[in-house]
């Protein structure tokens, strides 16, 4: 292979083209570094040769790394230490009990080694994403092995000998410390401690949704997905139909296409593999091509190959040669799962591929001892390629654990002084958000907005939101409303829309769905706030201004739809989380829930559940009423410290309701104090202590809530969650009832779904009346 007249080029080249152990390097991966190497030589007469040789060093160095890690990521499955002179291991010196996907993470150590490559080669530090968290051990592996690790795990997984034995005893380590927190830093999947990871990757698939709507314009993300969640989560082949250069960085996604999922084939490889894929991603809108997924350079090769092509094709847009959707360059990085160990391909490759314990079976670690020798590098050798691949300070880039998508600034926002509602008018909730979420919009015009919208928009009331911002189309049939650079995000996916808000950390996300379809986002949004909170709990506290989801359309307001659309799970389920960063807000007319929007877009790293009503609710509070009852949680809408009953209400139309029955109550002479509880979850028992610090103390909770003989809960949910979450206000079952959602539904109005769920007036006032009666010596 002739890639210069230069002999010592050449020399090097050959060098490299010999591989290193197991990972070899095929004839289309050689004749792709052929070309880039020719390219280095021609670039420039006084520095090609030596941009050549050390881009040559820099692949030989890859190689070893890669081969290091994937030794590494063996021992982590299997065995307690290492022995860095490559020495067997003795049987004590196994674990126990087997932990780890090391199939897949055996695929991912050339992947994110080869994303190392890439920015060495091109003196630039690009983002990651990987969607299989469980792979984690590659990450670990390359990571503790070229000293890319945060400052508490730098500390205890060094690269010697003592350093990695201590990364492999970590390993599925499930010991609690004095503090009763876990003591290893080393998880399962992608955790706050893990180098420059930005997701746990625990729900396969959403990082698939996620990726196109991350990076703003300069920078540049790469991507890892796996075949499995392709099939497991769908939409990530809309990726071209979102993807704008003039809003969005360069993405370069990669599928590990590994034919595997748990116990069998994936339906990928099932249909045809990736030859298959390929033909389907290119009809999506995709430029695919298959590259060798045991090979770093073949990865690096391929980063590099996609960042210039995607450019390329985003300038020939702007200039008009073309149009959008352009092709997004997509590799496939075909590989036997757990390619380097034993039982590759195979099903046992997920996990174990030589069992659950090498301890008692000479044979499995005969086997793999095997194994790792043809992966072991020397240390000095390695040492040196280490050397040579973190070439951070002689390019001036920062390592790849201080990405810019992990590491960007907070932003501020400028919120707009618009008109809130008078009190006694009527007025629609979604209807005053929209008109302040388009106030905020041209407040905040050097923002990136994106709005998750699963279809209904309109009929949601977001009609302003939607003239300011548009649906983001390729072919747009009416200007009005949709246009090529639009920032709703509108497609019939829940898990689709609310990742384009989730993603969208650098700007500003808003998702506006049916309170019922909102049940379908939930795991995304369970894995953003996993995440989050984490970060927050160990001092790296996220930058991201918090999401609000807005579940509309609601149980109360949506009988005519049937029973389906009848379902305040959401909010249920919402309220289980932790409530400094899950909460929940039930805004009770139009100024609560402008000034909900508000407060929860003051905040950082929450994802906000608001239930929101969009039919005309009568106006009860001020503005400065509003402001006080959101940072209260708690609005008290009739006064009485002395009275006979306490109705709190949770949610608009619990609240009139309750201000009904409060009515009727008085004209039987029994005295009522009405509440509305705006955010139940401030008022519950604190599980740790972060929720401790959001939650009202004791004493507040007595200076808002004033004491009562009796108290009746009226929730818009059902009365079972809200029973545990209101504990501190549950006086016991004589002194206080719940008043909830009880499955009850059909073709109704509100009149008639709070009548069959027993929460009408006249059902507040005889559950009073009862409640009076049963403890009539207690009132006195």
Same mark, same amino acid.
């Given at each position: 292979?002739?890639?210069?007249?230069?002999?010592?080029?050449?020399?090097?080249?050959?060098?490299?083209?010999? $591989?290193?152990?197991?990972?070899?390097?095929?004839? !289309?991966?050689?004749?792709?570094?052929?070309?880039?190497?020719?390219?280095? *030589?021609?670039?420039?007469?006084?520095?090609?040769?030596?941009?050549?040789?050390?881009?040559?060093?820099?692949?030989?160095?890859?190689?070893?790394?890669?081969?290091?890690?994937?030794?590494?990521?063996?021992?982590?499955?299997?065995?307690?230490? *290492?022995?860095?002179?490559? &020495?067997?291991?003795?049987?004590?010196?196994?674990?126990?009990?087997?932990?780890?996907?090391? $199939?897949?993470?055996?695929?991912?150590?050339?992947?994110?080694?080869?994303?190392?490559?890439? #920015?060495?080669?091109?003196?630039?530090?690009?983002?990651?994403?990987?969607?299989?968290?469980?792979?984690?051990?590659?990450?670990?592996?390359?990571?503790?092995?070229?000293?890319?690790?945060?400052?508490?795990?730098?500390?205890?997984?060094?690269?010697?000998?003592?350093?990695?034995?201590?990364?492999?005893?970590?390993?599925?380590?499930?010991?609690?410390?004095?503090?009763?927190?876990?003591?290893?830093?080393?998880?399962?999947?992608?955790?706050?401690?893990?180098? $420059?990871?930005?997701?746990?990757?625990?729900?396969?698939?959403?990082?698939?949704?996620?990726?196109?709507?991350?990076?703003?314009?300069?920078?540049?993300?790469?991507?890892?997905?796996?075949?499995? /969640?392709?099939?497991?989560?769908?939409?990530?082949?809309?990726?071209?139909?979102?993807?704008?250069?003039?809003?969005?960085?360069?993405?370069?996604?990669?599928?590990?296409?590994?034919?595997?999922?748990?116990?069998?084939?994936?339906?990928?490889?099932?249909?045809?593999?990736?030859?298959?894929?390929?033909?389907?991603?290119?009809?999506?809108?995709?430029?695919?091509?298959?590259? %060798?997924?045991? %090979?770093?350079?073949?990865?690096?090769?391929?980063?590099?190959?996609?960042?210039?092509?995607?450019?390329?094709?985003? &300038?020939?847009?702007? +200039?008009?040669?073309?149009?959008?959707?352009?092709?997004?360059?997509?590799?496939?990085? !075909?590989?036997?799962?757990?390619?380097?160990?034993?039982?590759?391909?195979?099903?046992?490759?997920?996990?174990?591929?030589?069992?659950?314990?090498?301890?008692?079976?000479?044979?499995?670690?005969?086997?793999?001892?095997?194994?790792?020798?043809?992966?072991?590098?020397?240390?000095?050798?390695?040492?040196?390629?280490?050397?040579?691949?973190?070439?951070?300070?002689?390019?001036?880039?920062?390592?790849?654990?201080?990405?810019?998508?992990?590491?960007?600034?907070?932003?501020?926002?400028?919120?707009?002084?618009? &008109?809130?509602?008078?009190?006694?008018?009527?007025?629609?909730?979604?209807?005053?958000?929209?008109?302040?979420?388009?106030?905020?919009?041209?407040?905040?015009?050097?923002?990136?907005?994106?709005?998750?919208?699963?279809?209904?928009?309109?009929? #949601?009331?977001? /009609?302003?939101?939607? /003239?300011?911002?548009?649906?983001?189309?390729?072919?747009?049939?009416?200007?009005?409303?949709?246009?090529?650079?639009?920032?709703?995000?509108?497609?019939?996916?829940?898990?689709?829309?609310?990742?384009?808000?989730?993603?969208? +950390?650098?700007?500003?996300?808003?998702?506006?769905?049916?309170?019922?379809?909102?049940?379908?986002?939930?795991?995304?949004?369970?894995?953003?706030?996993?995440?989050?909170?984490?970060?927050?709990?160990?001092?790296?506290?996220?930058?991201?201004?918090?999401?609000?989801?807005?579940?509309?359309?609601?149980?109360?307001?949506?009988?005519?739809?049937?029973?389906?659309?009848?379902?305040?799970?959401?909010?249920?389920?919402?309220?289980?989380?932790?409530?400094?960063?899950?909460?929940?807000?039930?805004?009770?007319?139009?100024?609560?829930?402008?000034?909900?929007?508000?407060?929860?877009?003051?905040?950082?790293?929450?994802?906000?559940?608001?239930?929101?009503?969009?039919?005309?609710?009568?106006?009860?509070?001020?503005?400065?009423?509003?402001?006080?009852?959101? +940072? #209260?949680?708690?609005?008290?809408?009739? !006064?009485?410290?002395?009275?006979?009953?306490?109705?709190?209400?949770?949610?608009?139309?619990?609240?009139?309701?309750?201000?009904?029955?409060?009515?009727?109550?008085?004209?039987?002479?029994?005295?009522?104090? *009405?509440?509305?509880?705006?955010?139940?979850?401030?008022?519950?028992?604190?599980? %740790? &202590?972060?929720?401790?610090?959001?939650?009202?103390?004791?004493?507040?909770?007595?200076?808002?809530?004033?004491?009562?003989?009796?108290?009746?809960?009226?929730?818009?949910?059902?009365?079972?969650?809200?029973?545990?979450?209101?504990?501190?206000? %549950?006086? $016991?079952?004589?002194?206080?009832?719940?008043?909830?959602?009880?499955?009850?539904?059909?073709?109704?109005?509100?009149?008639?779904?709070?009548?069959?769920?027993?929460?009408?007036?006249?059902?507040?006032?005889?559950?009073?009346?009862?409640?009076?009666?049963?403890?009539?010596?207690?009132?006195?």
């Amino acid at each position: 292979m002739n890639v210069s007249q230069n002999k010592q080029v050449q020399r090097s080249f050959d060098d490299w083209a010999k $591989g290193y152990g197991v990972i070899t390097h095929k004839a !289309e991966t050689v004749s792709a570094v052929n070309d880039y190497i020719e390219t280095l *030589v021609q670039a420039s007469s006084d520095q090609g040769r030596t941009n050549a040789i050390d881009a040559l060093a820099l692949l030989k160095a890859a190689d070893h790394v890669c081969s290091a890690s994937m030794w590494l990521i063996a021992h982590m499955t299997y065995a307690n230490k *290492v022995k860095l002179d490559g &020495e067997p291991l003795t049987s004590n010196e196994f674990k126990q009990k087997a932990q780890g996907h090391t $199939g897949g993470s055996l695929n991912m150590a050339p992947a994110y080694t080869g994303y190392m490559l890439a #920015n060495a080669l091109s003196g630039k530090t690009r983002s990651w994403l990987m969607g299989q968290g469980h792979c984690v051990a590659a990450i670990e592996a390359v990571n503790a092995i070229t000293g890319n690790q945060y400052d508490e795990k730098a500390q205890l997984y060094s690269p010697d000998e003592e350093g990695l034995s201590q990364l492999c005893y970590d390993f599925y380590r499930y010991e609690l410390g004095s503090d009763g927190k876990q003591v290893s830093r080393v998880g399962s999947h992608v955790n706050v401690h893990t180098a $420059g990871g930005i997701v746990e990757g625990g729900y396969l698939g959403f990082t698939e949704l996620q990726y196109v709507h991350m990076p703003l314009p300069g920078q540049e993300l790469v991507t890892f997905m796996s075949d499995g /969640a392709f099939e497991e989560q769908r939409g990530s082949d809309w990726a071209s139909h979102w993807w704008r250069a003039w809003d969005t960085g360069l993405v370069m996604p990669i599928m590990i296409a590994n034919g595997r999922r748990i116990d069998q084939r994936s339906l990928m490889e099932q249909k045809g593999g990736a030859e298959s894929f390929k033909q389907h991603l290119a009809l999506k809108g995709f430029d695919p091509f298959i590259i %060798d997924g045991s %090979d770093p350079a073949a990865f690096a090769l391929a980063i590099l190959t996609m960042v210039k092509n995607l450019k390329q094709r985003s &300038e020939d847009v702007k +200039k008009g040669g073309s149009a959008y959707p352009v092709r997004i360059p997509y590799a496939i990085a !075909e590989v036997a799962k757990g390619y380097g160990m034993p039982a590759a391909g195979e099903n046992a490759a997920h996990s174990l591929p030589l069992g659950s314990s090498l301890r008692d079976d000479s044979d499995a670690r005969a086997a793999f001892h095997q194994a790792t020798r043809k992966l072991h590098v020397a240390p000095d050798m390695l040492f040196k390629s280490v050397k040579t691949l973190t070439n951070h300070e002689q390019n001036g880039r920062v390592w790849e654990k201080d990405h810019e998508l992990r590491c960007f600034q907070r932003r501020s926002l400028t919120f707009p002084a618009t &008109e809130r509602e008078n009190s006694d008018n009527s007025a629609s909730c979604m209807t005053a958000i929209d008109k302040w979420f388009a106030a905020l919009l041209g407040a905040n015009k050097e923002v990136r907005f994106r709005v998750g919208n699963p279809d209904e928009i309109t009929s #949601n009331r977001m /009609a302003k939101t939607l /003239a300011h911002l548009k649906h983001r189309v390729i072919n747009p049939e009416n200007e009005e409303t949709e246009s090529l650079h639009g920032g709703i995000i509108t497609a019939l996916n829940e898990e689709a829309v609310v990742s384009a808000a989730l993603a969208n +950390k650098q700007g500003v996300g808003l998702v506006v769905s049916y309170e019922a379809f909102a049940m379908k986002m939930l795991g995304a949004m369970r894995q953003e706030l996993i995440f989050a909170r984490n970060l927050k709990l160990n001092n790296r506290p996220p930058n991201w201004i918090s999401v609000p989801i807005i579940a509309t359309s609601h149980t109360w307001e949506n009988g005519k739809n049937e029973q389906s659309h009848q379902d305040p799970g959401f909010a249920e389920k919402w309220m289980t989380e932790m409530a400094d960063v899950a909460p929940v807000y039930f805004p009770v007319d139009a100024n609560t829930a402008v000034a909900t929007l508000q407060n929860v877009y003051q905040t950082y790293g929450r994802i906000a559940a608001v239930v929101v009503a969009k039919k005309a609710l009568p106006v009860v509070t001020t503005a400065a009423e509003a402001e006080e009852a959101v +940072k #209260n949680g708690c609005f008290i809408a009739t !006064e009485g410290k002395n009275a006979d009953i306490q109705l709190l209400a949770i949610g608009g139309y619990q609240l009139q309701a309750c201000i009904e029955a409060a009515q009727k109550l008085r004209e039987q002479s029994v005295s009522c104090s *009405v509440i509305a509880l705006l955010e139940p979850g401030k008022f519950r028992k604190p599980r %740790d &202590e972060a929720e401790a610090e959001y939650c009202h103390t004791d004493d507040a909770l007595d200076l808002l809530i004033s004491p009562s003989n009796l108290r009746i809960i009226v929730s818009h949910t059902g009365a079972d969650v809200v029973t545990g979450v209101l504990r501190r206000l %549950d006086l $016991g079952p004589k002194r206080t009832t719940f008043l909830g959602y009880r499955n009850q539904g059909g073709t109704l109005d509100r009149q008639g779904m709070q009548s069959v769920n027993h929460q009408a007036p006249e059902h507040i006032v005889q559950t009073a009346k009862s409640m009076l009666f049963n403890n009539q010596n207690d009132i006195g």
